[in-house]
């Protein structure tokens, strides 16, 4: 996998551009979202490459995928840490299951349980790299059948209520927060 380095965050961002009818989708519209930061380019910019991989990989909107990961990193200013503070390169929130093999970090999350916020423990997956996360994210979206539907959105609104549909997240506005956020990296794209 290859990092994407130089050239402006708009050319970077244009690289992981989504299907034409992703971007002109309604839900989509740039009035929809407001201007991004600087720091909003530059986390696009920086994980283009591997989002574009991911696409290659599933056929999820490149742009969809950043914008989940920002969505759930804070745009990388609250990434998961492992217990030496170092980051775990999870940028999709994903929790190891009884299944993953590989490694892990225990931190305290917020969950939605029974309507109510509750701080929980909870162990999430760990990687090596920034695109080992999307490569682990793309194949959980591919293989795992309760995200069936997910991967044949084409839209921003039904790319995020499918995820939530499927639980990937316990927030009831999961799928109105992540839609903003999505709308925010294709306005970057233009």
């Known amino acids: 996998e290859r990092q994407m380095t130089g050239g402006s965050a708009s050319n970077i961002a244009a690289a992981i551009a989504a299907p034409s009818s992703a971007a002109g989708a309604p839900g989509a519209s740039a009035g929809a979202a407001t201007n991004p930061t600087p720091t909003q380019a530059e986390f696009i910019g920086k994980h283009g490459g591997a989002a574009q991989a991911a696409q290659a990989q599933t056929g999820i909107p490149a742009a969809f995928m950043v914008a989940q990961a920002a969505h759930e990193s804070g745009w990388g200013k609250?990434?998961?840490r492992n217990v030496d503070g170092s980051t775990s390169f999870n940028l999709f929130g994903i929790k190891a299951g009884g299944n993953w093999k590989g490694a892990t970090t225990t931190i305290t999350?917020?969950?939605v349980v029974d309507g109510e916020a509750r701080k929980v423990?909870?162990?999430f997956r760990a990687y090596g790299s920034y695109e080992e996360s999307f490569r682990d994210y793309a194949q959980l979206m591919k293989d795992n059948p309760r995200y069936a539907q997910v991967m044949n959105s084409t839209t921003a609104d039904g790319f995020a209520k499918g995820l939530q549909r499927a639980g990937y997240?316990?927030?009831p506005a999961y799928a109105d927060k992540l839609?903003?956020?999505i709308n925010t990296t294709l306005r970057v794209q233009r």
């Open 78 to 80: 609250r990434e998961i």
């Open 179 to 181: 839609t903003r956020v």
């Open 121 to 123: 423990q909870a162990k």
């Open 169 to 171: 997240a316990t927030d």
């Open 109 to 111: 999350t917020t969950e």
